[in-house]
């Protein structure tokens, strides 16, 4: 809501929300106006956009850039200022540790969060598995090729950057690519669904972590305004993002690192399923936990009266919990964070850190495909961990 001059929130008519300007960053904006202006049809909004650090290099993998909060330093900046009330993000993108005095004020509900196969025209009838040996598959992700790289060893996974328009126009106007694989959310918030040939389960590549969910980050001192926001916060999608979170806080993973999970939601249970993998896919650690939703004796969130949301002294990994639900979102943090450290006890620390090492051996260039030189793969091969690893 619209701050004083101390950055804190007044009642106000008008809510700023920033925002990215790209389209698929505005779109979701937009839908989390909409939530909010259904809930509340008095206010009136204004979306603010900007670019960000990682809107602007665009000759580097995002892995190779080296920072945590590439597409969100510039929005958080303009939060802290005072100059927007709220800030909607792609929960993927966001750190798992947040600047002080900022929160995520909800979660909305997830859209769906695996990865899709966009297909070159010339194969739109083929699958991953039937393409020619030695195609080449576009990816900014060090996760997806690193899964792909060990199911797939015949194709060949290349860095492409750019917001959605710009990669699909690199895919369809040239040779270079025969598929791109995406986040199914955004291709599906676009309205482009139908160039989506294959979705890719759990077996073949597992997600993000936050992929396909929207966060909405405030002030945490700004109560008006997480009042608001509470309003549209989606349990299910809130505790899958904990757990999440939690996760890969433990395991200090990132864009350089291929941490992934699997998150199945019930009434019942929380079933969370994480793995690391070294870069070239050849290493893996693959381990799921659950945990109940409903304790005998413990009162359900459904039976908590309605509270306002005030200043918070408690979150998890950043995000403010749904009132009444404290304990199980409780829970479900333990539960990331055993699961990661169950990884650990294995030796997920030496994968990550070894492609920590392949990263930071690459020197930056113009071209972000281009191979490592003869003197980087020695060096990595120094890198490289030893040890039993464990497969799903």
Not at 63 to 76: A, D, P, R, V
Not at 108 to 119: G, H, K, L, Q, Y
Not at 186 to 204: K, P, T
């Amino acid at each position: 809501m619209a701050a004083n001059g101390n950055g804190c929130a007044q009642n106000s008519a008008l809510i700023r929300i920033g925002s990215r300007d790209s389209e698929l960053a505005k779109k979701q904006t937009y839908m989390v106006r909409d939530a909010l202006q259904k809930v509340h049809p008095k206010l009136e909004f204004d979306i603010i956009t900007m670019k960000t650090k990682g809107d602007k290099i665009l000759n580097l993998a995002l892995s190779k850039i080296g920072s945590k909060s590439l597409f969100t330093k510039e929005l958080e900046m303009a939060l802290e200022e005072g100059q927007v009330d709220m800030v909607v993000h792609s929960l993927k993108d966001l750190p798992t540790t947040l600047p002080d005095g900022l929160v995520i004020g909800c979660v909305s509900e997830r859209e769906d969060p695996r990865d899709a196969v966009i297909m070159h025209p010339k194969h739109t009838t083929a699958s991953l598995a039937s393409l020619p040996n030695d195609s080449v598959i576009g990816t900014s992700s060090v996760r997806r090729a690193a899964q792909l790289k060990r199911k797939f060893p015949n194709l060949r996974f290349e860095s492409v950057r750019g917001n959605l328009n710009t990669r699909l126009r690199k895919l369809d106007t040239a040779d270079d690519y025969a598929a791109l694989i995406l986040a199914a959310a955004g291709v599906l918030r676009m309205g482009w669904a139908d160039r989506i040939s294959q979705y890719l389960g759990e077996d073949e590549c597992m997600h993000a972590v936050g992929q396909g969910a929207l966060a909405v980050e405030c002030r945490e001192e700004d109560s008006p305004t997480l009042d608001l926001l509470a309003a549209i916060a989606h349990p299910s999608t809130t505790i899958a993002a904990i757990a999440e979170r939690a996760l890969m806080r433990t395991l200090e993973g990132g864009c350089s690192a291929p941490v992934a999970v699997h998150t199945k939601v019930t009434e019942e249970s929380l079933s969370l399923k994480g793995g690391v993998w070294s870069l070239d896919g050849t290493e893996q650690l693959v381990h799921s936990m659950s945990t109940p939703l409903k304790i005998k004796g413990e009162a359900s969130s459904k039976e908590e009266p309605k509270a306002k949301v005030t200043k918070t002294s408690m979150t998890y990994c950043g995000i403010v919990p749904p009132c009444g639900m404290e304990q199980i979102m409780g829970r479900v943090h333990d539960l990331g964070k055993s699961l990661a450290q169950e990884l650990l006890d294995q030796g997920a620390e030496k994968i990550l850190q070894a492609a920590k090492a392949q990263n930071d051996a690459h020197t930056p260039t113009t071209n972000p495909n281009m191979p490592p030189s003869k003197a980087v793969l020695e060096e990595v091969s120094k890198a490289k961990p030893t040890g039993h690893w464990i497969s799903p």
